[in-house]
Structure formats: structure tokens, C-alpha cells
């Protein structure tokens, strides 16, 4: 189940093909909420939502953007394995570069939390599992690596009107503290449904990563709204233990 919860947050994060900083336009307020469904015994099961919401967030100092996904299994499917998994990122408003990035993970009695300040270069992580003691690490990153919420949110900047398909980027996330490089790749446009946004025509892009969490060529793919939001519709996920998807059941505040 946990590579399951990787690679919900995978589709939902792994959508950009630029690590250029330009304005970006964020709204705050935002809510969007997917249906999860996994395939068992060849049918495509409804067990779980995930949410992602953006609101602003202020200190003392600063000002910040906070992104925000939840994902949680459906009561009549907690009794087989209930899962409640929380990632949060606070970035800058207008960069979306993040200072923050959290994690908390419950699956099955699992859990994990999961703390990460960026500073310029570095990074400092605070991790508790489940029975083990607290632990710290520091380490260096990418001057354009990001946490895995914020980089979904980069998306809006971005001009899939001069992709080609088949035009490949790579990239580099924070996971586990380590970093994972990405590939995104362009396979055209597609129309598909997007929730109470009825049907769209959308941007079509294969993930790829280097873990053995993924499997196959091109069996990993999120669908974007072709228009100026960019609202991730559609996402189907194969895993070795078998495959699902995340479809937009509504969008409000875009």
C-alpha cells in the first residue's frame, strides 16, 4: 500500500517541464477532490479521495502559499486498511520555490513524519517513525529541485502549445531524503472527463522516475486541462502490484 500512496503523490506532483522561475499565479482558496480507485480482481475499485487545496498562510516576516494534499480511504474500506496521509508544502507566492515541506503518513497503523526546511542549497530533514527514535539529517540539493506538492503547482506557467510529442524533460524531487530524478514526457492532447468541469481537452504526459516503484512504458500518465488552470483531470498509475487511478470528481475556487 505504500508504494500505492508513492505513486498517488508521483501523478499528482511530476507535471512540469520547466525548472525556469517566472510570475506565477496561484489562486488561494482552491479545491480540488479525485476519486481513487485501484484494480482488484480486473474491476477498478473506488477506496479512497484525495484533496489538494491551496490557502495564504502569514508569519511575522513572510507571506506564504500553502499547498496542501490529503488522502484518505473510504470508512467501509478502513477495516482492510485505512489510510490518512497528509503533504503540505509553504511556498513563495509568486515563485512557488518552497521553504517547508511536511509530510504524515497512517496506513495500516504505519507511521511517519516527515519535516524538510529548504535553505538556498540545503535542505534539513526531521523524520519519526513509528517506535524509533527522532532523527536529522542535512544534505545538499539541485538550485531548482523541489518537494513533490510544489512542483505540481509549477505547472501553471508553462506553454504546452510549443511541446511536441514525444519532447522529454527531466527533473529532480525531495523524497525520502534523497532525491528522485523524473521524466516527463509530451504524448499529445486528449478529451477526457474532468469532473463538474464537464468534458476537457487535455494535455496528455507519461511519468517516468528511476525507482522500481513504476512499471511499464507509458502506463503512468496525468491529464491537464488545456487551458490557462492546467487542472490535473486524469491519472492512471501501474505499479507491480497492480494499477489505478485518480479521477477529478470536482474543482472549485480555480
Request: overall charge positive.
Amino acid at each position: 500500500m505504500k508504494k500505492i500512496t508513492f505513486i498517488i503523490a508521483t501523478l499528482l506532483i511530476f507535471c512540469s517541464f520547466t525548472t525556469e522561475t517566472k510570475v506565477v499565479v496561484v489562486p488561494s482558496g482552491e479545491k480540488l477532490v479525485y476519486s481513487g480507485s485501484y484494480n482488484m480482481s480486473g474491476l477498478m475499485t473506488q477506496l479512497a479521495q484525495v484533496t489538494m487545496s491551496t490557502e495564504t498562510v502569514s508569519t511575522a516576516k513572510n507571506t506564504y502559499l500553502h499547498l496542501n494534499c490529503e488522502l484518505a480511504t473510504f470508512s467501509k474500506w478502513d477495516k482492510f486498511f485505512k489510510i490518512r496521509d497528509i503533504y503540505e508544502s509553504y511556498v513563495n507566492p509568486s515563485t512557488l520555490k518552497p521553504s517547508l515541506y511536511k509530510r504524515s503518513i497512517d496506513e495500516g497503523g504505519y507511521t511517519k513524519k516527515e519535516k524538510y526546511t529548504f535553505k538556498g542549497t540545503q535542505v534539513t530533514s526531521v523524520v519519526k517513525k513509528r517506535n524509533q527514535a527522532e532523527t536529522s539529517k542535512t544534505f545538499t540539493i539541485g538550485g531548482s529541485t523541489q518537494d513533490v506538492v510544489s512542483l505540481l503547482y509549477k505547472v501553471r506557467t508553462l506553454d504546452f502549445s510549443k511541446m511536441k510529442s514525444g519532447d522529454t524533460k527531466s527533473f529532480t524531487i525531495v523524497f525520502d531524503e534523497k532525491q528522485i530524478p523524473v521524466t516527463l514526457k509530451y504524448m499529445g492532447n486528449e478529451k477526457v472527463n474532468a469532473g463538474n468541469l464537464g468534458e476537457k481537452v487535455c494535455y496528455k504526459l507519461s511519468i517516468g522516475a528511476k525507482t522500481n516503484v513504476l512499471k511499464g512504458t507509458d502506463k503512468n500518465l496525468i491529464w491537464l486541462t488545456a487551458d490557462s488552470k492546467k487542472v490535473p483531470a486524469l491519472m492512471k498509475f501501474s505499479i507491480p502490484v497492480g494499477t489505478g487511478q485518480l479521477v477529478l470528481a470536482s474543482a472549485t475556487g480555480i
